[in-house]
């Protein structure tokens, strides 16, 4: 049996907090122990009681974003030195950077989730782009083992920066992201105050430029279709520019919910006009509910419509009048069949059993190799 600390900023309610929860959750805890360490308060909407909850050691720093880099890598070091770790596995850039610049004496690993120049640049402007995305490539580069959660984004990287990867895609809980039934759908909507007969088309996620909410609302009433709306479930920045739409009556506003999978069970449809992902969690959720998807073309989702082009529509990116023939195109299919062709999908590419399982097949891979390399040197003396 062997130890595994997982290192994290904080366990606030994301994607990729959702993904390790995933994660360590199907892992064989009669081969390894799996622990946590966050560096930062947990705020508000942490998902730390859970991991609690399903028996995962949850170790907290509580340290200042900007608290000095050689106090935070000694404490790393003091705590990985007494609870002795055969393997370090970080998420996220402040982690990275520790995992990278520390010689702990394990082995570490690395997950890589987005691309680094595209989502630092949507994020953080030019600081993003020139300074915090190569400083975070070069410390990815020191990690013994990267894996990412896309072929294509595995694909980029090689290409573009000769960066090569593992894959492990991102997955869906299926014992909590699942279809309602008929009657279940129309009980949610009674109690959410959403229209009981009309085709309901969700968009999930922080309301951001990266995923391009205005085109996608601007899209939805182009194609003008009687008896359907369009439900924002999230909050964010781009939220004000979504406000003149609602004059429609064709266009809900969520604000910040934390029943997103009950919003998806009521809803019928997914649309995402991102520009860029890893592997979208938004979408593999949806389809987990049996929701068919209105994508933007980009590569990842591209990825997914080749997993299930029976229930998946792509659409020029930034393209308003695309969407809007998209949405009409799904609206004139058979939605029972492809509403299962989704939920197949998710079953037979992105299930969260299967993820954990390749995981720990990486794990003990590296474990192998050590034995393996450490064998030949006692042959060699």
């Given at each position: 049996?062997?130890?595994?600390?997982?290192?994290?900023?904080?366990?606030?309610?994301?994607?990729?907090?959702?993904?390790?929860?995933?994660?360590?959750?199907?892992?064989?805890?009669?081969?390894?122990?799996?622990?946590?360490?966050?560096?930062?308060?947990?705020?508000?909407?942490?998902?730390?009681?859970?991991?609690?909850?399903?028996g995962i050691p949850v170790s907290s720093f509580g340290l200042a974003q900007f608290t000095s880099?050689?106090?935070?890598?000694?404490?790393?070091?003091?705590?990985?030195?007494?609870?002795?770790?055969?393997?370090?596995?970080?998420?996220?850039?402040?982690?990275?950077?520790?995992?990278?610049?520390?010689?702990?004496?394990?082995?570490?690993?690395?997950?890589?989730?987005?691309?680094?120049?595209?989502?630092?640049?949507?994020?953080?402007?030019?600081?993003?782009?020139?300074?915090?995305?190569?400083?975070?490539?070069?410390?990815?580069?020191?990690?013994?083992?990267?894996?990412?959660?896309?072929?294509?984004?595995?694909?980029?990287?090689?290409?573009?920066?000769?960066?090569?990867?593992?894959?492990?895609?991102?997955?869906?809980?299926?014992?909590?992201?699942?279809?309602?039934?008929?009657?279940?759908?129309?009980?949610i909507r009674s109690q959410l105050g959403l229209p009981l007969e009309h085709r309901l088309f969700?968009?999930?996620?922080?309301?951001?430029?990266?995923?391009?909410?205005?085109?996608?609302?601007?899209?939805?009433?182009?194609?003008?279709?009687?008896?359907?709306?369009?439900?924002?479930?999230?909050?964010?920045?781009?939220?004000?520019?979504?406000?003149?739409?609602?004059?429609?009556?064709?266009?809900?506003?969520?604000?910040?919910?934390?029943?997103?999978?009950?919003?998806?069970?009521?809803?019928?449809?997914?649309?995402?006009?991102?520009?860029?992902?890893?592997?979208?969690?938004?979408?593999?959720?949806?389809?987990?509910?049996?929701?068919?998807?209105?994508?933007?073309?980009?590569?990842?989702?591209?990825?997914?419509?080749?997993?299930?082009?029976?229930?998946?529509?792509?659409?020029?990116?930034?393209?308003?009048?695309?969407?809007?023939?998209?949405?009409?195109?799904?609206?004139?299919?058979?939605?029972?069949?492809?509403?299962?062709?989704?939920?197949?999908?998710?079953?037979?590419?992105?299930?969260a059993k299967t993820m954990s399982e390749n995981y720990l097949q990486v794990y003990t891979s590296?474990?192998?190799?050590?034995?393996?390399?450490?064998?030949?040197?006692?042959?060699?003396?």
């Amino acid at each position: 049996m062997f130890k595994i600390l997982y290192i994290v900023s904080t366990l606030r309610r994301c994607g990729p907090t959702q993904q390790l929860f995933n994660l360590i959750k199907y892992l064989d805890r009669q081969r390894c122990l799996p622990q946590i360490l966050t560096l930062s308060p947990e705020p508000q909407d942490s998902l730390m009681d859970e991991f609690i909850r399903m028996g995962i050691p949850v170790s907290s720093f509580g340290l200042a974003q900007f608290t000095s880099f050689f106090r935070a890598r000694r404490r790393i070091s003091n705590y990985i030195s007494e609870h002795r770790p055969d393997i370090v596995h970080s998420n996220g850039f402040r982690a990275d950077l520790f995992s990278a610049r520390v010689n702990y004496r394990v082995h570490t690993v690395t997950t890589v989730r987005n691309h680094l120049f595209e989502n630092y640049d949507y994020d953080f402007g030019w600081v993003g782009r020139y300074l915090m995305a190569p400083l975070h490539l070069r410390m990815l580069r020191r990690i013994e083992r990267a894996i990412t959660v896309s072929q294509t984004l595995s694909e980029r990287l090689l290409k573009e920066y000769g960066f090569a990867c593992d894959v492990v895609p991102n997955a869906v809980d299926q014992e909590i992201y699942f279809p309602a039934a008929a009657a279940r759908k129309q009980q949610i909507r009674s109690q959410l105050g959403l229209p009981l007969e009309h085709r309901l088309f969700a968009v999930t996620g922080y309301l951001s430029a990266l995923k391009d909410p205005v085109c996608v609302a601007e899209g939805f009433l182009k194609a003008a279709i009687p008896n359907t709306t369009m439900i924002f479930i999230g909050d964010g920045v781009m939220r004000e520019k979504l406000d003149p739409l609602r004059k429609t009556g064709k266009i809900l506003l969520t604000g910040r919910v934390t029943n997103v999978k009950t919003c998806l069970q009521g809803s019928d449809f997914l649309v995402s006009g991102s520009h860029t992902e890893g592997m979208p969690n938004a979408v593999l959720e949806a389809m987990a509910c049996g929701l068919p998807c209105i994508l933007s073309d980009i590569r990842s989702h591209g990825e997914i419509a080749r997993y299930s082009p029976a229930s998946t529509k792509l659409f020029r990116v930034s393209d308003a009048h695309s969407l809007a023939e998209k949405i009409s195109e799904v609206l004139a299919q058979d939605y029972a069949e492809m509403s299962i062709a989704a939920v197949q999908a998710v079953t037979r590419n992105f299930s969260a059993k299967t993820m954990s399982e390749n995981y720990l097949q990486v794990y003990t891979s590296i474990l192998s190799e050590k034995q393996t390399l450490t064998g030949e040197r006692r042959c060699s003396e």
